[in-house]
């Protein structure tokens, strides 16, 4: 049980074009999703939180402009990265809680940006 | 800053030997996790410690939490090649967000 997926697995976009990323809970209804960047060899950053039916609440630093987080259903949230820059290249790592208490990490999305 | 100190970052051993990693920070946590992260994967939960002075066995690791709930770690024993990865210690602070160190990378050689 506890099944997060992320579609697509990796994805390869040109400067300035939009990439959005899928996060799925499988078996369970997320109340609550989280965003994370992470570089090469570094740890996770928090990006944004996100309940369903709300809007997220972004983490200092974070554009929320520039990466949308859709949180439509409770097993569905989306990030979109607008006018995506090489800088933007990263691991992007999602994860679902239901209750709260514990986060489970989908497999991540590897962004090259050319 | 770093809420969390993780050390050390980078560890390189032989099949067989012993180690520890250590996880501190200035906050109290209600609880902590530890997670394993292979590449180009995301992280898997190892174990969650909640009470202070906690010792949580799984296998060949041993995970503790500090009395005063704000440091842990992680010591395996006889350390395999499979057991080589990125180390993640997370505290669960406030609107139940993880707040990550930065990792210990672990290879073991055989």
């Known amino acids: 049980g506890a099944v997060v997926s992320q579609h697509p697995s990796w994805v390869i976009c040109k400067s300035g074009t939009s990439v959005k990323i899928e996060c799925r809970s499988l078996d369970f209804q997320a109340t609550t999703m989280f965003w994370y960047r992470q570089f090469p060899k570094q740890s996770l950053m928090l990006m944004a939180t996100s309940n369903e039916g709300s809007k997220a609440t972004y983490e200092q630093g974070v554009e929320k402009d520039k990466f949308l987080i859709n949180h439509a259903s409770l097993t569905l949230s989306t990030l979109t990265v607008t006018s995506a820059h090489p800088e933007d290249s990263s691991f992007y790592i999602c994860?679902?809680?239901?209750?709260?208490?514990?986060?489970?990490f989908g497999p991540g999305t590897r962004l090259t940006v050319t | 800053t770093q809420l969390l100190e993780q050390s050390p970052q980078f560890l390189s051993i032989q099949e067989g030997e012993n180690l520890t990693v250590y996880c501190n920070s200035s906050s109290v946590f209600s609880s902590l996790q530890w997670y394993r992260q292979e590449p180009g994967e995301g992280p898997v939960l190892l174990v969650t410690v909640v009470t202070g002075g906690e010792v949580k066995k799984l296998k060949r690791l041993t995970f503790q939490f500090g009395d005063a709930r704000k440091d842990s770690s992680l010591h395996i024993t006889a350390a395999q090649t499979g057991d080589t990865g990125l180390y993640l210690c997370a505290g669960i602070k406030y609107g139940n967000k993880l707040v990550f160190g930065a990792g210990t990378i672990l290879r073991v050689k055989s």
């Open positions: 994860s679902a809680s239901e209750t709260g208490r514990e986060q489970y």
